[in-house]
């Protein structure tokens, strides 16, 4: 046995990066006083591509899922680099157009934000919009204008590529959704009895019960711990009261439908924001959209909703694709995706 200092080791334990990766850390105006009362300080990874580092360039910002922390892109599955190699390995490529690639942390104690401003949650589209595109700008050299930025995620990430270009056109110019959250009628009302059995069975009906008794042990360690934090966490983002009360779209003894809560929820679904925000779409440098084909939360079907909806404000010049395959497991789309945003905010079509 050696621990030489000349011994090293290589993949897939550590793969060199050709780029560089820069991690910063920055306390955030928009999350201050967060109702939460999670911190403002965040961390920030900017990726530049090889030979960069004076030249400026276009910025893909990179979004997570539900629950996702920023540091988490490090995590490898068996056999696969992990999102930060597989990009350095995109960007290695001379044929691709180079980007800088900005990872935000939108994390919350609820297990995520869904990229909003919310009475519930905390100003994290604020944050995305302001704070991080404002630090990056003002830190690196960037072509800082909405037809040289993009935005893609994957799942509750790729809800909120979806729906941020919407909201700020002036900010992000093209996006590229994986799995996004959308057509909430099916990738959500579905959990509702889950939710309903698992609180009366458990707790006696009660969210407040669930989160005393989950803060005092390991998360994830009962049945239902999961779809009961995702429901809260989505209603807290769409439909928060002005004074942060939590307002669920059903009965919770019953599973009955809360007509007007559930419409405040739906009026945040991506399918039905599309005619609202035509304008903005239509100014959108690059669209990307794509799903399994067995998405375990059938996004593919609200990816399919979307392209639809697109398609009927004239939008159509779209990336489009439902690939074999599930919810998980598919962080190789991230450079497909990285790739066609580079070229479509390079200019490069």
Not at 121 to 130: D, Q, V
Not at 327 to 348: D, N, S
Request: proline share 7%.
């Amino acid at each position: 046995m050696s621990d030489a200092p000349a011994t090293k080791v290589g993949p897939p334990w550590h793969r060199p990066l050709r780029g560089r990766l820069d991690e910063h850390v920055i306390d955030s105006v928009a999350l201050r006083g967060n109702p939460l009362g999670d911190p403002s300080a965040r961390p920030l990874m900017v990726y530049s591509p090889p030979g960069t580092d004076r030249t400026a360039l276009p910025v893909v910002y990179l979004i997570q899922g539900f629950t996702g922390q920023v540091d988490m892109w490090r995590n490898r599955a068996a056999f696969q680099p992990n999102a930060i190699e597989l990009i350095d390995e995109l960007f290695a490529d001379p044929a691709v157009p180079p980007c800088r690639v900005a990872m935000v942390d939108c994390w919350t104690s609820l297990g995520g934000s869904q990229y909003l401003d919310s009475p519930g949650t905390g100003r994290y589209h604020s944050y995305l919009c302001e704070d991080v595109v404002g630090f990056v700008d003002a830190r690196y050299p960037t072509l800082a204008h909405r037809d040289h930025r993009a935005i893609t995620g994957k799942s509750s990430g790729g809800y909120g590529a979806m729906i941020t270009p919407m909201l700020r056109p002036d900010v992000f110019g093209a996006l590229a959704t994986h799995a996004g959250d959308a057509l909430f009628e099916l990738c959500y009302w579905r959990d509702v009895p889950e939710v309903v059995r698992v609180l009366r069975d458990s707790y006696d009906g009660s969210y407040q019960r669930f989160f005393a008794d989950v803060r005092n042990r390991p998360a994830r360690s009962r049945p239902g711990d999961g779809v009961l934090r995702n429901m809260w966490a989505m209603a807290a983002a769409y439909s928060a009261d002005p004074d942060g009360t939590v307002r669920l779209p059903f009965d919770t003894s019953t599973g009955q439908m809360i007509a007007d809560v559930w419409q405040r929820w739906l009026a945040w679904d991506p399918v039905r924001m599309v005619p609202a925000h035509a304008d903005a779409l239509r100014t959108m440098r690059g669209i990307y959209i794509d799903a399994g084909s067995h998405d375990d939360f059938f996004l593919d079907l609200g990816a399919t909703a979307f392209r639809d909806a697109l398609a009927g404000i004239g939008v159509t010049d779209v990336r489009f694709e439902v690939f074999d395959g599930t919810h998980g497991g598919i962080g190789y789309r991230y450079p497909v995706a990285i790739r066609y945003l580079a070229e479509r905010i390079a200019g490069v079509l």
